[in-house]
């Protein structure tokens, strides 16, 4: 630890997904210190809300795709090097990076090269069982440790030499699990008795511009077959204006969310959602709200991927339990039509319905690791591989 007797940890999260993580992240590591620590490094509003100033705004980095991120690729290298040296200025006590390892491995492989003697470890794994086995073979070049969310992962990678540790999956922590969804509805004045939808496009603006009109649409055919049908759409500052600006000639009754509590109120009123894949489908799943999965891709970039990725899911729910228990509308199958058939499955309660609440249930034990959260776990590892 340096001197200054103040524990200083960098933190890079690349997106919303990691940018949640290192917000819970933050508080577990500074009440495992006493508060005695300084954190500095790359976040969004979650992670500044605990007190980080970013160097720069992550949504520059919140580019999906294998075509699409092409564009980007001049001004993410400048962040990079404007992240090393930034870290070079600060000289923290450990790096820890979290998920978006396309941006991170970048960061961490340039740290080596400065033979900084910084600790550097990797929270998140990167999908190593769907594509790019590779990785897991050389990831120890670059990071002392990795910390994953998933149980099954550390086998892949302890065989190639670095130190890897499943800590549990933060989502289990996630405060949706304790939001009142009867005082959000009574917030936004909505009845009891009306239905309400939750519509989640992503966090990528990729992803928006491509999937929210498909999803406004089912939206407006599943309002037409019932009118006291409400729509809600939880939103992320990293896409929130554009957002807005799909929705400016909406004609739907619909409420856009941009905070925290109001997302996981409405979850919790929920009796369905329609979601992008990702993280967001896990906290559904423990919240056990009803929902499908539907996404698609530039379709050079589907093309790619159907010969680079090869698993049976793209949903963390249906690959943790080797079953199709939630609907995946992918591609071509990612219509308004198609996910009106799917939400309507699922609003009569039936075996669709149950099928999905069975799987949520062995899906939240998975997901456990121990007495302590996940971020009080990975806290103390990257505390005790800071020295502390």
Request: proline share 5%.
């Amino acid at each position: 630890m340096t001197t200054s007797n103040k524990l200083k940890v960098y933190l890079i999260a690349g997106e919303a997904s990691g940018d949640l993580l290192g917000s819970r992240l933050m508080r577990a590591i500074r009440q495992k210190t006493g508060g005695n620590v300084e954190f500095y490094g790359l976040g969004g509003d979650t992670m500044e809300a605990e007190g980080l100033r970013p160097l720069f705004d992550i949504s520059e980095l919140a580019v999906m795709g294998l075509v699409e991120v092409i564009p980007s690729i001049p001004r993410v290298l400048r962040r990079i090097k404007e992240t090393v040296a930034d870290i070079m200025k600060k000289r923290p006590d450990i790096v820890v990076t979290i998920d978006s390892w396309s941006f991170c491995s970048r960061v961490h492989k340039a740290l080596r090269r400065l033979n900084t003697g910084i600790k550097q470890l990797h929270y998140v794994a990167p999908q190593v069982w769907a594509w790019k086995k590779r990785r897991a073979r050389t990831m120890y070049k670059y990071v002392d440790e990795l910390l994953t969310l998933l149980p099954n992962e550390p086998a892949y990678f302890t065989k190639h030499h670095l130190k890897t540790v499943f800590v549990g999956h933060p989502v289990i922590e996630s405060a949706a699990l304790q939001a009142d969804g009867r005082a959000f509805r009574q917030k936004f004045s909505i009845a009891d008795d009306q239905q309400i939808i939750s519509i989640l496009p992503g966090s990528r603006h990729t992803e928006v511009c491509r999937l929210l009109p498909d999803f406004l649409r089912a939206a407006r055919m599943l309002h037409e077959l019932n009118p006291d049908m409400y729509f809600v759409l939880p939103t992320v500052k990293t896409v929130a204006a554009r957002v807005r600006q799909m929705l400016k000639d909406c004609d739907l009754p619909l409420t856009v969310l941009e905070t925290e509590a109001d997302r996981y109120g409405a979850f919790q009123a929920s009796s369905a959602a329609i979601a992008a894949s990702g993280t967001v489908a896990l906290e559904l799943a423990i919240c056990h709200i009803p929902h499908i999965i539907a996404y698609k891709v530039a379709p050079l970039t589907y093309l790619l991927a159907k010969h680079l990725v090869k698993i049976k899911y793209v949903n963390l729910t249906n690959l943790m339990l080797n079953r199709g228990v939630v609907p995946e509308l992918l591609q071509e199958k990612c219509t308004p039509q198609n996910i009106v058939r799917e939400i309507l499955e699922l609003l009569k309660n039936g075996r669709a319905y149950e099928r999905q609440m069975e799987g949520f249930a062995e899906v939240k034990q998975l997901l456990s690791s121990g007495e302590q959260t996940p971020s009080l776990n990975a806290a103390d590892e990257i505390l005790r591989l800071a020295g502390c």
